[in-house]
C-alpha cells in the first residue's frame, strides 16, 4: 500500500489526499475562470435582450426547439455516464470506465453532430451574421445582433466540447491501461467536473437561446 | 504600445512572477507550488504571448492604445489589433494559472503549524491579488475575443450599426482593467509590508488590518471601474454611485499607509537599500493614492480628464508604487535569489536617484494636467516648455537611476561576496533555509510555531533560527 502510494505521489505532496485536495481545488478555481469567461458574454445576452426584445423574441422563433431539446437531452445523459465513470475510477473498475468514458465521448459526439447539422441550416437560410444575413421581418439588424450572440455563444460552447472529447480521449487511453484506482483517481474526478461545467452552460444557453420569449 | 508592454508584460506579471513563484513555496514552508508543471507552461505561455505582441510592435505596432476602444478597434484601425489582442489574450491565461496555482499552494500546501494570521503579509497580498487574476482576467479574455471576432467574422457584437454599444466593450474591459491597477499594487504593498518591520526591527503594526485591508482592496476593486468612463455618456447617477465607490479604495489603501508609519514609530531603523525603496512607495503611493481621491470626485474628473494630471496620478501608483516595489523586493530578497551580495553603496545611490528621477518626471505633470494640457499630443504651448523639459529631463535621470541596479545585479551574479542564509538578520521561513535554497526549499520541512514578525525575541533572531 505504501509503496503504491509513493509511487502516485508527486515529489512535492506529502500524502495522496493532499495531491487530490489540490487538484480538486485547482479544477474549481478554473470552473471559476470558466464561469467569469462565459460570464461576460452572458452579460451582453442580457443587455441586448433588454433593449430589443421583439427582434430577438422574433429571431429565437428561427431556431429549431426539437433539434435544441434533443441536444439537451443528449448532454444530461452524458452527465450521467461520466458521474458513473468517475464512481468507476474511484473504485478501480477498468471495463464500467472504459465503457462509461466512450458513452460520455459518444453522447457528447452526437451533441456537436447535431450542433453542426443546426449550423449548417442556418447558413442556408442566410442566418449567419455580415454581408450574407437575410432575415424578413422588422427590426433585422437586431436579429441579426441576436444570431451573433447565438454563434458566439454556442460555438464558444461548442469549442469547450471539443477539448471536453479530447480529455475524455486521454482519460479513456490511461483507464484502459489501468492507471486509475482508489488511490489515484483525481484525472477522472476533474475531467468529470469539466463534463458536468460545460453540461451546465448548455442548461443556461437552451432557454435563454431557444425557449424564452418563443411565444410573445 | 508603451502601455501594452508595461502593463501586461512588465507590471503584472513582475513581482508575482518573479518574487511570488520563488517566495510563495518557501514562505508556507512547502517543496514547491502545488502545480509546478502547469507553471512552466504558464511561463511558455508568456513568452509565446510576448513573441505576439513584440511581432506586432516590429511590424509597426496598434494605434488603439492599451485599451481597444470600439468601433474604432473592430472597424477602423489599420494596425496589428489582432495579433496584439492574441497576445495579450494567452497572457492573460499565464496571469490565470499563476493566480490558480497562487490560491490552491496557499490554501493546501502550508506547512504544520502555519494557519492563516501566521502567514507573511507578502503571502496574503498575493492570494487577494491571485482572487483578481481569476475573476478580473477571464473577463478580459472573453471581451478581446469578441472584439477579435467582430473585426475578422463581422460578429458584431459592439457593432452600432446592428444595435451595439460600445459602451458595453468599455463596461467589460474596465471590470479587469480597474482591477488590475490592484493587481499592479498589491504584490508591492505585500513587499513593502514585509520590508518595514524587517528594518525597523519590529513585529509589524496592525498585522490583521493589513491583512484584510489586502482582501479589501481586491473586493472593492471590483466595484468602481466605471470611473474610467465618467464622460464616456453613462447615466450621471450611475457615475455619482461609482464616483462615492471610487473613494472607498482610499480607506484600506490609508488602512496599510498609516500601519506602515506606525511600525517605524519608535523602530530600530536601518537604511539599508530596500528600506529606501519601501520608504520611497510610501511617499510616493501616498501622493498617487491622494490624487487618485481627487479623481474620483466626479467634478474634478471631468475637468481634467484626458490631461497629465491623470498621466502623473496613475504613474505616481505604478512607476511610484509598484516599481519601487518591486525593486525594493529584488533588494531585498536578491541574495536570497542569487546566494551573493550586491553593493551596498551602489544600491543606495540608485535608490535615491530613481526617487528623485522619479519625482522630477512626473511631478511637473501634475502642474500640465492641471493648466489643462491634454494626453496623447505632442505639441503644447510655449508656456508649458519648462515644465516639459524638467519632465524629459528627469525621465533622463530615471534612465540612469534604472541601470544602475542592472549593471551591479549582473556584477553580483559573478563575483559579487557570498551571501549567508540570513544576511539582514531578519526573521521570517525563507531565511531559514540556505541562501539560494535547495530544490525542495529546506533540508527538513519546517513547522511553524509562531506568527511572523517576531523581533520581541531578539535572542531567537540572533541565532538565525
Known amino acids: ?26 479544477m474549481w478555481v478554473f470552473l471559476v475562470t470558466e464561469v467569469m469567461f462565459f460570464g461576460g458574454l452572458f452579460l451582453a445576452y442580457v443587455v ?53 468514458l466512450a458513452l460520455t465521448m459518444a453522447l457528447g459526439s452526437v451533441f456537436l453532430g447535431i450542433k453542426m447539422y443546426e449550423y449548417h441550416h442556418k447558413f442556408v437560410e442566410g442566418l449567419f451574421p455580415g454581408a450574407a444575413f437575410r432575415f424578413s421581418g422588422p427590426e433585422a439588424p437586431h436579429a441579426e445582433m441576436f444570431f451573433c450572440l447565438y454563434f458566439a455563444m454556442t460555438g464558444l460552447h461548442a469549442l469547450h466540447m471539443v477539448i471536453g472529447l479530447g480529455v475524455l480521449a486521454v482519460m479513456l487511453v490511461l483507464g484502459a491501461r489501468g492507471r486509475f484506482g482508489p488511490l489515484y483517481h483525481n484525472p477522472v474526478e476533474c475531467a468529470g467536473l469539466y463534463w458536468h461545467f460545460v453540461d451546465i452552460v448548455w442548461i443556461f444557453l437552451f432557454p435563454l437561446l431557444y425557449l424564452v420569449g418563443r411565444h410573445a | 504600445m508603451h502601455g501594452i508592454m508595461m502593463i501586461f508584460f512588465f507590471l503584472i506579471p513582475s513581482i508575482p512572477a518573479v518574487l511570488g513563484n520563488f517566495l510563495i513555496p518557501i514562505m508556507v514552508g512547502a517543496r514547491d507550488l502545488a502545480f509546478p508543471r502547469l507553471n512552466l507552461f504558464s511561463w511558455y505561455l508568456f513568452n509565446i504571448a510576448g513573441l505576439f505582441t513584440i511581432w506586432a510592435l516590429v511590424h509597426g505596432g496598434v494605434d488603439t492604445g492599451w485599451t481597444f476602444y470600439t468601433p474604432y478597434s473592430t472597424r477602423y484601425s489599420n494596425t496589428h489589433v489582432i495579433a496584439t489582442a492574441l497576445g495579450i489574450f494567452i497572457a492573460g491565461f499565464s496571469s490565470i494559472l499563476t493566480g490558480l496555482n497562487f490560491v490552491v499552494t496557499i490554501h493546501r500546501m502550508r506547512a504544520p503549524g502555519l494557519g492563516w494570521f501566521r502567514l507573511p503579509l ?49 463596461h467589460l474591459f474596465w471590470f479587469y482593467s480597474h482591477p488590475a491597477v490592484y493587481i499592479m499594487v498589491l504584490p508591492a504593498m505585500g513587499v513593502v509590508s514585509e520590508i518595514v518591520p524587517a528594518f525597523a526591527r519590529k513585529k509589524i503594526f496592525g498585522y490583521r488590518f493589513i491583512a484584510y485591508a489586502s482582501v479589501a482592496l481586491a473586493v472593492l476593486g471590483f ?75 466626479l467634478g474634478i474628473d471631468v475637468h481634467v480628464h484626458d490631461t497629465y494630471f491623470i498621466i502623473a496620478h496613475f504613474h505616481y501608483i505604478m512607476v511610484g508604487g509598484a516599481i519601487m516595489g518591486y525593486l525594493g523586493g529584488l533588494h531585498y530578497w536578491w541574495p536570497k535569489i542569487t546566494g ?10 540608485s535608490a535615491m536617484v530613481i526617487f528623485i528621477g522619479f519625482n522630477v518626471t512626473f511631478f511637473p505633470q501634475f502642474i500640465l494636467g492641471y493648466l489643462g494640457m491634454p494626453r496623447r499630443y505632442h505639441a503644447y504651448p510655449p508656456e508649458f516648455q519648462v515644465l516639459n523639459v524638467m519632465s524629459s529631463a528627469g525621465a533622463t535621470i530615471l534612465g540612469v537611476g534604472y541601470l544602475i541596479p542592472l549593471i551591479y545585479f549582473i556584477w553580483s551574479m559573478r563575483y559579487g561576496r557570498h551571501a549567508s542564509s540570513n544576511p539582514w538578520g531578519v526573521v521570517g521561513l525563507e531565511w531559514e533555509t540556505t541562501s539560494p535554497p535547495p530544490t525542495e526549499n529546506f533540508e527538513t520541512p519546517p513547522v511553524v510555531t509562531r506568527g511572523p514578525y517576531e523581533y520581541s525575541r531578539p535572542e531567537e533572531v540572533a541565532d538565525g533560527r
Do not use: C
Not at chain 1, 57 to 66: F, G, N, T, Y
Not at chain 2, 223 to 247: C, D, E, K, N, Q
Not at chain 2, 340 to 349: A, G
Open chain 1, 48 to 100: 441586448y435582450r433588454g433593449s430589443f426584445p421583439h427582434a430577438f423574441a422574433a429571431a429565437s422563433r428561427e431556431l429549431d426547439i426539437v433539434l435544441g431539446t434533443t441536444n439537451t437531452a443528449l448532454l444530461l445523459a452524458s452527465s450521467l455516464t461520466m458521474a458513473l465513470a468517475v464512481r468507476a475510477a474511484q473504485l478501480g473498475r477498468r471495463l464500467p470506465l472504459v465503457v462509461f
Open chain 2, 122 to 170: 507578502f503571502v496574503w497580498s498575493l492570494y487577494a491579488t491571485s482572487l483578481i487574476f481569476i475573476l478580473g482576467t477571464p473577463v478580459l479574455a472573453i471581451t478581446l475575443l469578441l472584439l477579435a471576432a467582430e473585426r475578422v467574422f463581422r460578429i458584431g457584437i459592439f457593432d452600432p450599426s446592428l444595435g451595439g454599444d460600445p459602451l458595453l466593450f468599455q
Open chain 2, 340 to 349: 551573493k551580495l550586491y553593493p551596498r553603496f551602489w544600491s543606495r545611490i
Open chain 2, 223 to 297: 466595484l468602481v471601474w466605471a470611473h474610467h468612463m465618467f464622460v464616456a455618456g453613462m447615466s450621471i447617477y450611475a457615475a455619482t454611485v461609482f464616483s462615492a465607490l471610487s473613494m472607498l479604495v482610499a480607506v484600506p489603501s490609508a488602512v496599510k499607509v498609516f500601519n506602515w508609519t506606525a511600525t517605524l514609530y519608535q523602530g530600530s531603523i536601518s537604511w539599508d537599500t530596500p528600506m529606501l525603496y519601501a520608504l520611497g512607495f510610501i511617499g510616493l503611493f501616498t501622493m498617487g493614492g491622494l490624487t487618485g481621491v481627487m479623481l474620483a470626485t
Open chain 1, 1 to 26: 500500500m505504501a509503496a503504491d502510494a509513493r509511487a502516485v505521489v508527486a515529489h512535492h505532496f506529502d500524502s495522496p489526499d493532499q495531491q487530490r485536495e489540490a487538484a480538486s481545488l485547482g
